[in-house]
Nanobody, 118 residues
Framework: QVNLVESGGGLVQPGGSLRLSCTASKSEGINRMAWYRQAPGNERELVAAITTDGTTTYADSVKGRFAIFRDSTKNTVLLQMNSLKPEDTAVYFC?????????????WGQGTQVTVSS
């Protein structure tokens, strides 16, 4: 099992920036690290993901505003969020996919609240 520790959420005004951080308790088998979010009444959705070879994926709604980075030496994934909008308000969850043949599983963080409001 991999434990994930998230930080960086909070309250920010529209147009502002936040950086989320997620650190995994170990690195063995990490295949993909990602951020999801869930707003009240909505399903959880993928925000951004990065694989071990550096390939990134973004939701259309955040392209050009958010950037995902990985610090492999620290088992950490960062989500830089710029030009934040009220519709970005949600609980953000870190997710890690672990592949240790023949098993594959994923772990979730506890979630961190991001609120964009004036």
């Amino acid at each position: 099992q991999v434990n994930l520790v998230e930080s960086g959420g909070g309250l920010v005004q529209p147009g502002g920036s936040l950086r989320l951080s997620c650190t995994a308790s170990k690195s063995e088998g990490i295949n993909r690290m990602a951020w999801y979010r869930q707003a009240p009444g909505n399903e959880r959705e993928l925000v951004a993901a990065i694989t071990t070879d550096g390939t990134t994926t973004y939701a259309d709604s955040v392209k050009g505003r958010f950037a995902i980075f990985r610090d492999s030496t620290k088992n950490t994934v960062l989500l830089q969020m710029n030009s934040l909008k009220p519709e970005d308000t949600a609980v953000y969850f870190c997710n890690v996919v672990i592949v240790v043949p023949p098993t594959k599983y994923d772990s979730w963080g506890q979630g961190t609240q991001v609120t964009v409001s004036s």
